[in-house]
């Protein structure tokens, strides 16, 4: 299989440090979100949420397409940053919500079920992270 294209990001100094883009687009200060400071920056659950919920309203807005619905969505994805009791480390969990107009309950629901197959995120988390799936006709 032949690569689309390849896109690169280096991180330096973990929780207490930064984030680049090989591109520059992405150039922030990563902080732990419970910090009581006044530093601002991101964290690698909110990059994670972005990265996640654009890739999935794309792949579902390509199922929508393939089964000829013409739709309009909004998907939000709530990453959840835990302890794991199994090995006293930490993991994530996620809710993917996507909101869409074009399409009855029914209709929401397969789509966001054919989505989760095909997204490339969802292939990356399957049968690692516990990912829910919540459909909302407009």
Do not use: W
């Not at 896109?7 to 100094?13: D, H, I, L, V």
Request: hydrophobic residues 35%; charged residues 30%; negative net charge.
């Amino acid at each position: 299989m032949s690569k689309l294209f390849t896109t690169k990001a280096t991180a330096q100094g973990g929780r207490g440090g930064h984030v680049k883009s090989d591109d520059g687009i992405i150039d922030l200060d990563v902080v732990m979100p419970t910090e009581n400071t006044d530093k601002e920056g991101t964290n690698p659950e909110q990059l994670f949420a972005a990265a996640y919920s654009a890739c999935f309203d794309g792949a579902l807005n390509l199922v929508a397409q393939n089964n000829n619905k013409d739709i309009d969505s909004t998907t939000i994805a709530e990453v959840s940053f835990m302890k794991d009791e199994s090995d006293g480390g930490f993991k994530i969990d996620v809710k993917l919500i996507s909101e869409m107009s074009g399409v009855s309950q029914e209709e929401a629901d397969n789509l966001i079920k054919e989505a989760h197959k095909v997204c490339p995120y969802s292939k990356a988390t399957r049968d690692n992270v516990n990912v829910e799936l919540e459909a909302k006709a407009k």
